[in-house]
T-cell receptor, first 113, second 116 residues
Framework: DSGVTQTPKHLITATGQRVTLRCSPRSGDLSVYWYQQSLDQGLQFLIQYYNGEERAKGNILERFSAQQFPDLHSELNLSSLELGDSALYFC????????????FGQGTRLTVV | AQTVTQSQPEMSVQEAETVTLSCTYDTSESDYYLFWYKQPPSRQMILVIRQEAYKQQNATENRFSVNFQKAAKSFSLKISDSQLGDAAMYFCAYRSPAYNTDKLIFGTGTRLQVFP
């Protein structure tokens, strides 16, 4: 158990809909990272939050947004969903930006039909 | 920008044998961290081993070891005495310690099959 919790584990929704993925980092970890893994692909970095503030942005679509709350949990919001958004979405956390290790949650499998 | 390349989409090995997975990366930084992650069918990302660039000694974790060649920007993973449970996707990853750029950058992965 990595200590990073993601909910839900699975999500099936229709095109055009909006969903929210939730991540609770390890206790004490200030950084949260979101990654997208499409079928049999590598992990693509979406966005990073550090202690409530956006720290870095990757190839995140404008339809996607995220935030980190005062209790350090994070949410990834995906809107106007398309079939191509079907993927495994991972959250990872680390203690502070200089830390060498990031711990991953078990991922949320999103299926858009 | 940093990039990570894994040129072997698939590899196979027989149980108890040794296999080496390749990874190269591109960076202009002198200080950084390298990782190998394992992703079994459960899809969980599991850290296998890590290497700090300032350390000359290659990291080792039980049956897993790396060959870190900083000048060549190469970071291969050797799995000794392969077991059926080693079958998984393996991802090489790079991480900069610099502010605003400390995200993990992943390669495309190598699928490892282990045959009995």
């Amino acid at each position: 158990d990595s200590g990073v919790t993601q909910t839900p584990k699975h999500l099936i929704t229709a095109t055009g809909q909006r969903v929210t993925l939730r991540c609770s980092p390890r206790s004490g970890d200030l950084s949260v990272y979101w990654y997208q893994q499409s079928l049999d692909q590598g992990l693509q970095f979406l966005i990073q939050y550090y202690n409530g503030e956006e720290r870095a942005k990757g190839n995140i679509l404008e339809r996607f947004s995220a935030q980190q709350f005062p209790d350090l949990h994070s949410e990834l919001n995906l809107s106007s969903l398309e079939l191509g958004d079907s993927a495994l979405y991972f959250c990872a956390s680390s203690a502070y930006t200089a830390d060498t290790e990031a711990f991953f949650g078990q991922g949320t499998r999103l299926t858009v039909v | 920008a940093q990039t990570v390349t894994q040129s072997q989409p698939e590899m196979s090995v027989q149980e108890a044998e040794t296999v080496t997975l390749s990874c190269t990366y591109d960076t202009s930084e002198s200080d950084y961290y390298l990782f190998w992650y394992k992703q079994p069918p459960s899809r969980q990302m599991i850290l296998v081993i890590r290497q700090e660039a300032y350390k000359q000694q290659n990291a080792t974790e039980n049956r897993f070891s790396v060959n870190f060649q900083k000048a060549a920007k190469s970071f291969s993973l050797k799995i000794s005495d392969s077991q059926l449970g080693d079958a998984a996707m393996y991802f090489c990853a790079y991480r900069s310690p610099a502010y605003n750029t400390d995200k993990l950058i992943f390669g495309t992965g190598t699928r490892l099959q282990v045959f009995p």
